[in-house]
């Protein structure tokens, strides 16, 4: 009987593996810019609606939440800045991740894992092509540019979204809220949540690759790595997150106001 620990670490190693095949193999030629074009395509298409839509509520709740904190903190003045930051910094890039990683990574994983159980994968072995070359790199690639895309999206729809209920249903000042996000905000901020978003992007699309190109026993262990490689992909995005957040806090000081 298999250890289940020595089979997870080796998955991880494998894992690790194509993820430093796939960075090897990006200078390589001939680049895939058809391959590219169409996946980003596909990718923003299958994305795009779900989350604009599910930014609008994220960035009301935060505003809610934080309006209220202030609010019985006496630092009403203060909401803008807190809103605004913590919608830039944290929810654009996981919301982002989670649709890109919910739709097109499951779609990156069905795709290939369809290919690998018709042997379409060790065909292409046999006559010399790298599967990772021709098609890993362009979906990783793709994925990357849709997720930094995309969550500059979020951050002006979640933005949008907090000012309003934070302006109209709670009574804000437009002014303050504007004046305190200035305040604080610095274009680090911006640029930690793009950084979070590429790096969310090449993760999701890499488990998804990884997945479909170990998938097998026909279309239910496609749907099987399917399903897997959603959970991995949010398991390793809050770990990624919490790091990458505490590299940021670390390296750029904090405007106090």
């Known amino acids: 009987m298999s250890n289940p620990a020595v089979g997870a670490l ?62 019985q903190l006496g630092a009403q003045s203060y909401t803008g800045a807190a809103s605004v930051l913590a919608i830039i910094r944290e929810a654009s890039p996981i919301v982002t991740a989670l649709l890109i990683a919910g739709a097109g990574g499951s779609a990156i994983c069905a795709d290939l894992g369809s290919r690998k159980i018709r042997e379409e994968i060790d065909a292409m072995e046999v006559l010399g092509i790298s599967p990772i070359q021709r098609l890993v790199v ?58 979070k978003a590429l790096v969310f992007g090449a993760l999701a699309a890499i488990v998804a690759s990884y997945k479909g190109l170990t998938a097998g026993g026909g ?9 897997q490689s959603v959970v991995i992909t949010f398991m390793l995005l809050f770990v990624v997150n919490f790091v990458l957040t505490a590299v940021y806090f670390q390296v750029v000081p904090q405007k106090l106001g």
Do not use: C, H
Not at 142 to 170: D, E, K, T
Not at 219 to 226: C, L, S
């Open 10 to 71: 080796r998955q991880s190693g494998n894992l690790f593996a194509l993820a430093l095949d796939v960075l090897r193999a990006l200078p390589r030629r001939p680049f895939q810019g058809k391959e590219f074009i169409q996946q980003s395509w596909f990718i923003a298409s299958v994305t795009i609606l779900p989350t604009a839509l599910v930014s609008i509520p994220f960035g009301a709740v935060i505003a809610l939440q934080l309006g209220t904190l202030t609010r």
């Open 138 to 195: 362009p979906r990783v690639l793709a994925s990357m540019l849709v997720a930094v895309l995309l969550n500059g999206l979020v951050s002006v729809v979640g933005v949008i979204g907090g000012y309003f209920f934070n302006v109209i249903l709670q009574g804000g000042t437009p002014g303050a809220y504007l004046a305190s996000f200035t305040a604080l905000a610095q274009v680090a901020d911006l640029a930690s949540g793009e950084i």
């Open 219 to 227: 279309p239910k262990g496609v749907g099987d790595a399917v399903n």
